[in-house]
């Protein structure tokens, strides 16, 4: 039957490149509106669909909608042109952009129960005396409470379940379900606030930004400040500024490490004032995040901070959006929807007519260049705050060095020195584990990951060999694989062993380990952080969490050990990223009222990186860098996309290569494609991968070719998967 009817355009969380059309059945009409969740026919099966947008027109060939999930909108149409955005940009499927933006409970089939309420039990108005110990004494702490949620009951007893159905089936306990309203501050105390006073150069940037926006018009500003130059109470007091005229405030940080001390900061300013804060990362309990999630929706959150993912939060009054550390590369989404949290903030600001404020003491080339061309507003910090200087560093020439294990006899001696005189220590080693590698001393012979082709590397503590990047995991065999030898030796040095080496080396000092390995379990890190600031550690060894954003006033002296590590990786971007990690950790020393000293042990001392990050000169470091980038036009100069082909035939992933290169080449005017070739981790999980680079001077021309790309994936065979990476950080 054809008819004039509402027509739904719906978002299936499915792999398809556009929005599809279906029926609103006339017993829906009234539920059926922009925002809501609702279950649709596609192919054989149903799915979950993210409904945008309501039309009329003819529905005899269109499917009805078979259900709506919600009563209520859970996103706005401000917030749907944001992801159609995100998606269009990032060459990612519509609904499976929503999926990712939404958080569990809400991104699936249904309403999960557990997440979305709790039961809550109160005294029956029957007599009847319950049997049981356990049954009398949980109904006496009801009777005491007058009710309490099953949460809480099992915090308080061991509550087993036969023993609450039994008092509900006597009558003596009544049950009733309530929304679930989880507060993750709730045991945490506020802490003291430190209202410091704002030097020159804080003052005269907080007065250009708060120009900006009073304007309320989109900006992007750059705050450049060297580390300890006080880049965090200069968003406090721009935030203040936001809340105080009615707006929003979103803050980003790199890693979920750094939200806890953030997120203290910000309470303690905050919290008295009567400013509600929410906290958004894949760190939370599923029930946690839905419940800041739907706070945030209601209008009853002024201040989100979280980490990439928190872009999405559904802020519908944003005033401004703080980036911080914007240089990091975890702000991008490694698979999946590969999106960037900095450059989605910026898309956001846009739209909300905000200001975007990215801080860095060592921004991005990409950022700083667009900042030297007027794009961006730049604002320096030259200095440490209270005129605190910043560390010496020096290099130590591992060439020429006497060496006890990982360390040289120089940094030993200062670890020593150090903690004679009082002051903590931080060592840098960005390889977790015990050793890289197993090797046999007879045949050479080292064990390699099955999936990924790459050593396994060596975890003592476990007794595992661990691959990094499948997580595949063997016990170490006792005999040499090829030779059957007894001499399976640990080469090279990771965090673990490192550990145990200053453990044996200098037996007065309390040594405390920070990766991924001892920051697993929930509070692990902030657990850590808080014996570091008690003066319960004497050195820190760790990962580069140990680089990014932490405040030791006490940590006076900073090691690097091993410091070429990243220096030698195949990216074009690896000079960059080994400054910007030498500077930040470098910055973690000297923050008190004690001066620092940071070591730095190098088997290339006179790489422009190392030098420039040994006088703190990011502008020395900016212009080397960029007269290498500009011949061949990487970042700033240009633009890439990355596309990947993975798959478990080798021969049909170098076809599909050869095919698309072909034709992309056919196409691509103002674009170069290179390749295919081998991905520099040629096989991963099982896959063999391989790559086709793609450049162009602008963005456009890259973005036209792009669009050839959904008629030619239906080129590519069964067994094959393509990936687009737009503007990849990660390229191994």
Sequence with gaps: MTGMMNIAEVAVAAPL????SYAIPEELKNTAVPGVRVRVP???????????????????????????????????????????????YYRFPIGEVFRCALPAGLSGKGNDVSILSEK?????????????????KVLRLVQDRGEISLSELRLLVDTPHAVLSRLVDIGALQVASAERQRDPFRDQPVPQDNDLKLDVDQQSALDAMQEKLDAQEFTAVLLHGVTGSGKTEVYLRLIAATVAVGRQALVLVPEIALT???????????????????????????????DAWRSIARGDVQIVIGARSAVFAPLGNLGVIVVDEEHETSYKQSEGFRYHARDLALLRGQAADSLVLLG??????????????????????????????????????????????ALSEQLLAALADNHAAGGQSLLLLNRRGFAPYLICADCGFGLRCPNCEITLTYHQSARKLLCHYCDYDQTPPDICPRCSGHNLMPEGSGTERLEEDLTARLPDCRIARMDRDTTTAKGAHQRLVDSVLVGDVDI??????????????????VGVVDADNSLNFPDFRSSERTFSLLVQVAGRAGRGDKPGRVLVQTYSPDHYALQCALNHDYQAFYQQEIAFREPLGYPPFGHLVNLVM??????????????????????????????????????LRGKTRSQILLKSDLRLPLHR?????????????SGVKLTVDVDPIDML
């Design 17 to 20: 490149d556009k929005t599809l």
């Design 42 to 88: 596609l192919g054989r099966r149903t799915a979950t669909g993210y409904l945008l947008g309501v039309s009329s027109g003819e529905t005899e060939k269109l499917k009805p909608i078979r259900e709506i999930l919600d009563t209520d909108p859970l996103f706005s149409p401000a917030w749907v042109e944001f992801l159609k955005k995100a998606a269009a």
């Design 120 to 136: 809550i039990y109160s005294v029956g108005d029957c007599g009847i005396e319950p049997a049981g110990k356990k049954q009398k």
């Design 260 to 290: 806890p001390q953030l997120v203290s900061r910000f309470r303690a300013r905050f919290t008295d004032q009567g400013v509600t804060l929410a906290v958004l990362h894949s760190g939370l309990s599923d029930g946690e995040r839905y």
């Design 360 to 405: 860095s003491a060592t921004p991005s080339l990409t950022v700083y260049r667009r900042a030297q061309e007027g794009e961006v507003l730049y604002l320096p910090l030259a200095g440490r705050v209270a005129g605190r200087p910043l560390p010496s560093v020096e290099l130590v020439d591992m060439c020429e060095a006497e060496q006890v294990g």
């Design 540 to 557: 820190l060894v760790g990962t580069q969490m140990v680089a990014k954003g932490h405040d030791f006033p006490n940590v006076t002296l």
């Design 646 to 683: 993975a798959g478990n035939d080798p021969e049909k992933v170098l076809r599909t290569g050869e095919l698309l290169s072909r034709q992309l080449d056919h196409y691509g005017q103002d674009v170069e494609v290179l390749g295919p070739a081998p991905c520099p981790l040629a096989r």
């Design 705 to 717: 070719l792009l669009q050839y790309l959904v008629p030619l994936s239906k080129q590519i065979p």
